[in-house]
Every structure is written in structure tokens, then in C-alpha cells.
């Protein structure tokens, strides 16, 4: 059997496992969905959100694009966080970034990639907010790497930048925002314990989007 007609195969086995414990368990999920996470990681096969977190479908909104990146033009990203939060009302948002991630590996480098130029610029973005840090980082592996979770913390930042997060935040205390990073190379996912509460009261100054949003 090749690699597609595996595909179906697989299906067929996973319903009939899903329904030898719960005979309804599609049914179920067709009257809806009420998840408390929106997931915003990397497109790359080898992160697979709902495996590495082990949770089962219903419990994660995700969206995924090259190195997870939240661009405040970006359509379909801002329809995503607007969606989650107004209208699911998930209590948390991940940023899940990765080690070994081909798209920040590629905003480090000096090459023209054309399409991918506009859309990797938001991670050369990154590292010039970063420069001291990131140069003064000798090794290389160890600059790109710390470049990955430098990415995570900005696009938090980007997704705290959104109307709906601030307000929703400040009238009902969620969504929280949360960066990680996964280590491909270990399994291992890592919580790089950003202070949600912290970060917003520090880009407030500039970004605030609301009325009445300074919270003691
Ligand atoms: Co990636």
C-alpha cells in the first residue's frame, strides 16, 4: 500500500478505535466545539500540535504557518485570534515555536528567497530588536536557537497587540498568552514562562487599543 491509500487506511482504523470506547464520540463532536486553547505554531511536519500536547480533537484551536508568525496584516491569523477570543473564548493562547526551524534558519542567512522575503522579514525584524543579545552569541547553533525563542516572545507580544486580546483580558482575565518552544531533538516541550500580565502593561504605553484598560 503506498503512503496515500495508507492515509484512509489509517482513518478507518482511528474511527473504529474512537467509537470501540466511545460509541458517540463523533456524534458528540458534531453538536460543537469549546476549546480553551488556541495553538499558533510552525507549519513543519515534525510539530504536531495535538500529538506533542496529547489532547484529543475538540481540545485545541490551531493555526499553524511558516516559523509562527503573527503579522497584524495577515487576514487569516488576526480572523483566527478574533474568532478564538471573542467568539470561542479559549483562556489561553500558546505561541509554540521550535528548535531547528527551517524558516528562522532561513531569516538568518543573507539570501534572496523571494516570495518568502516579505513573510521571513518579520524574523530579521526579530533579530534587529535583538542584535546586541543575538551577537553576542558566539555559536552558532546556540545564536539560532536562541533567536527561535526570541521569535516566540515577539509574537506573543504581536498576538497581545490585538484589540480583542486586550480587552477580553483586561474584562474577564483571559486569554493568557504563553510562549514555547519544542525540541525537536528531545520530545520536549518548554514553557519559556513569559509574563503574560507583565508584557501587556509594558507595550500598553504604545499599544493600548481600548478604553478603561489600565489595570491596578
Ligand atoms: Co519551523
Known amino acids: 500500500m503506498d503512503k496515500y491509500q495508507q492515509i484512509f487506511e489509517n482513518n478507518r482504523r482511528w474511527v473504529e478505535e474512537k467509537t470501540a470506547t466511545d460509541k458517540e464520540f463523533f456524534e458528540h463532536l458534531a453538536t460543537g466545539q469549546e476549546p480553551e486553547f488556541l495553538y499558533i505554531g510552525c507549519s513543519d511536519s515534525r510539530v504536531t500540535a495535538e500529538e506533542l500536547m496529547g489532547v484529543e480533537p475538540g481540545d485545541v484551536f490551531v493555526h499553524r504557518n511558516i516559523a509562527n508568525v503573527i503579522s497584524n496584516t495577515d487576514l487569516n491569523a488576526m480572523s483566527v485570534i478574533e474568532y478564538a477570543v471573542f467568539h470561542l473564548k479559549v483562556k489561553h493562547i500558546v505561541v509554540c515555536g521550535h528548535y531547528f526551524c527551517g524558516g528562522v534558519k532561513a531569516a538568518m542567512q543573507s539570501v534572496d528567497l523571494g516570495i518568502l522575503n516579505p513573510w521571513l522579514r518579520n524574523i530579521r525584524d526579530v533579530y534587529r530588536l535583538h542584535k546586541a543579545e543575538l551577537n553576542a552569541i558566539e555559536d552558532e547553533d546556540l545564536r539560532y536557537k536562541r533567536l527561535v525563542e526570541l521569535n516566540v516572545e515577539e509574537q506573543?507580544?504581536?498576538?497581545?497587540?490585538?484589540?480583542?486580546?486586550?480587552?477580553?483580558?483586561l474584562a474577564t482575565g483571559y486569554p493568557i498568552v504563553h510562549g514555547w518552544v519544542f525540541d525537536v531533538q528531545t520530545g520536549k516541550l518548554i514553557d519559556l514562562n513569559i509574563d503574560f500580565d507583565e508584557k501587556l502593561h509594558d507595550i500598553q504605553e504604545i499599544y493600548n487599543l481600548g478604553t478603561n484598560l489600565t489595570k491596578e
Do not use: D, G, R, S
Open 156 to 169: 506573543c507580544i504581536n498576538v497581545t497587540k490585538t484589540a480583542v486580546v486586550q480587552k477580553m483580558y
